[in-house]
């Protein structure tokens, strides 16, 4: 991978990342479209610490407040039942599903789930799932009602996002929605739900990575890393704003139209489900 694909890949990362399209569905058929095969989990994890870095930047005052008053319900300077205080629990419950699943299907989600038969048919169908969910959840619950019911169960949606094609943030809003919480409320627990996660799995294959001759190099790592953080900090209050007057519907037909796209470009022979290079390692094989 050269710095002009790792921008490329950057851009592509900062502009889906929180969008509900899938970002590690995008890297993975941008990467294949450029002509550099798959550019791997490690690539797609260690990337996102740029992405989430933007959102600790535009979440930063929401951030402090929520981790200041969680240290200090511990010691009773602040009610345990203090808003903020709660939503330090119910992050820190909702990224154990994600944290459990991530390690014990490890391999499957660095091979077998990076098929890009998986991520056409997760694209249309959790899309599908979001138009569903838009369209009829009730959209009234403030993010202030959250229980560690909905923490946990908004988790194991977020988990759902190890398969590339599925989305974090579509994951975990369309579990909102179908939990009747608001646009703005599920994609804000969305966002702050993935800072913790995010950035453990992007450290841990960052350590992973190293010494590793398979692994991208670290340079257009980081070139792609810083641009997908510049462009992120934009996208996250442009999505903001358009959500707060407008419904998910063309994300939903997006999704569908670019997974039947997928499958038709796979049925020809124009796209490979997998990376040669990749199947080989996993096979015991040569490319």
Not at 81 to 103: E, H, K, S, Y
């Amino acid at each position: 991978m050269g710095i002009l694909e790792a921008i490329i890949l950057g851009i592509v990362q900062g502009l889906t990342e929180f969008l509900p399209v899938s970002s590690s569905a995008h890297l993975r058929i941008s990467s294949e479209l450029l002509g550099i095969g798959d550019a791997g989990a490690a690539f797609t994890a260690i990337t996102q610490i740029g992405t989430e870095a933007a959102v600790i930047v535009y979440f930063w005052r929401d951030i402090v407040r929520i981790i200041g008053r969680w240290f200090r319900s511990l010691t009773g300077a602040v009610p345990r039942r203090d808003p903020d205080a709660l939503m330090g629990w119910w992050i820190i419950l909702g990224t154990l599903p994600i944290v459990v699943l991530g390690l014990l299907f490890e391999d499957a989600i660095d091979s077998t789930l990076r098929s890009l038969w998986f991520v056409a048919f997760a694209l249309i169908g959790f899309g599908l799932l979001l138009g569903v969910a838009d369209r009829f959840g009730r959209k009234v619950r403030p993010i202030e009602q959250l229980t560690w019911k909905h923490g946990l169960i908004y988790g194991f949606a977020q988990a759902l996002a190890l398969i590339p094609g599925v989305s974090r943030s579509g994951g975990t809003i369309t579990a909102g929605l179908i939990m009747g919480y608001t646009r703005e409320a599920a994609a804000r627990y969305s966002f702050l739900l993935a800072i913790p996660a995010v950035l453990g799995s992007g450290g841990y294959k960052l350590v992973s990575s190293i010494g590793d001759p398979t692994a991208t190099p670290a340079i257009p790592t980081a070139v792609a890393t810083v641009v997908a953080f510049l462009v992120a900090l934009v996208v996250i209050g442009l999505f903001l704003r358009y959500i707060s007057k407008r419904s998910f519907m063309p994300f939903v037909v997006y999704r569908v139209l670019l997974g039947i796209t997928i499958i038709v470009l796979l049925s020809t022979g124009v796209l490979s489900p997998h990376d040669g290079a990749a199947v080989a390692a996993t096979s015991g094989g040569t490319p």
